[in-house]
C-alpha cells in the first residue's frame, strides 16, 4: 500500500493565480482531512470529508475548495492564491470519524505564494 | 484562550534522561487525546493515544490523562537523540482534530 500520497511536492505560486492540491489513499478510509501548517505552528484543520460526495468546513476555510468524487482522492483548489496561503499542506486520513481513530499523514506539500 | 495549549519550548534533555510534555485543553466534552511526532521536514505521525484517566504506558512513553484538571501528558524514558522531534497535542471532538502547536524536543548526547 502507498497509503495517502500528495502531489506536488513543491510549488510556487504568483498572487491571483489557482493550483489544485492532489491527494489519494489507498487503503479504503473513509474519512479525509486537509490541513495547513505554518511554521512553528500546529495543524489547522480546512476541509474534511465523511465520504464520497459530502464536505464539510474546517477551522480555516477561507480561500479554498474541496470536492470527493470518489473515496480515494480529495483534491484541495486554492483560488486566487494570496501570501497568506503560504504553508505547509498535510493530507490525512481515517477509517472513521470515532473519536478514537488514527489519521494517517501524507508527505505534505510546501506552498509559497509570492 | 487557544482551545490547545502545549508548554513552550524548545525542550532540551540529556540522553537517558525523562522528557515530559504537557498539554492542556479548553472543552471539557473531549473525548479522546492524541500525541503526534514530526521530525522535521516530515508528516507527523502517531505516537499515543489516551481517552481514559490515567496512565497509559507503550515502551519508553507514557500517555496520562486527567480530564478533572483537562490535562493530558507525554512522558518519554532513556531518552535518546532520535527522540529530536516536535510533538502535537491533538485533541478529538466529534471527529474533528484540534492541534497544539507542538513542542520541539532535543535530546542532546
Known amino acids: 500500500n502507498a497509503g495517502v500520497t500528495q502531489t506536488p511536492k513543491f510549488r510556487i505560486l504568483k498572487i491571483g493565480q489557482s493550483m489544485t492540491l492532489q491527494c489519494a489513499q489507498d487503503?479504503?478510509?473513509?474519512?479525509m482531512y486537509w490541513y495547513r501548517q505554518d511554521p512553528g505552528m500546529g495543524l489547522k484543520l480546512i476541509y474534511y470529508s465523511v465520504g464520497a460526495g459530502i464536505t464539510d468546513k474546517g477551522e480555516v476555510p477561507n480561500g479554498y475548495n474541496v470536492s470527493r468524487s470518489t473515496t480515494e482522492d480529495f483534491p484541495l483548489r486554492l483560488e486566487l492564491a494570496a501570501p497568506s496561503q503560504t504553508s505547509v499542506y498535510f493530507c490525512?486520513?481515517?477509517?472513521?470519524?470515532?473519536?478514537?481513530?488514527?489519521?494517517?499523514f501524507g508527505p505534505g506539500t510546501r506552498l509559497t505564494v509570492l | 484562550q487557544k482551545e490547545v495549549e502545549q508548554n513552550s519550548g524548545p525542550l532540551s534533555v540529556p540522553e537517558g534522561a525523562i522528557a515530559s510534555l504537557n498539554c492542556t485543553y479548553s472543552?471539557?466534552?473531549?473525548?479522546?487525546f492524541f500525541w503526534y511526532r514530526q521530525y522535521s521536514g516530515k508528516s507527523p505521525e502517531l505516537i499515543m493515544f489516551i481517552y481514559s484517566n490515567g496512565d497509559k504506558e507503550d515502551g519508553r512513553f507514557t500517555a496520562q490523562l486527567n480530564k478533572a484538571s483537562q490535562y493530558v501528558s507525554l512522558l518519554i524514558r532513556d531518552s535518546q537523540p532520535s527522540d529530536s522531534a516536535t510533538y502535537l497535542c491533538?485533541?478529538?471532538?466529534?471527529?474533528?482534530?484540534?492541534f497544539g502547536d507542538g513542542t520541539t524536543l532535543t535530546v542532546k548526547p
Open positions: 491533538a485533541v478529538m471532538d466529534a471527529g474533528k482534530s484540534t
Open positions: 490525512a486520513s481515517s477509517y472513521s470519524q470515532a473519536d478514537y481513530n488514527e489519521q494517517f
Open positions: 472543552d471539557r466534552g473531549s473525548q479522546s
Open positions: 487503503m479504503n478510509h473513509n474519512y
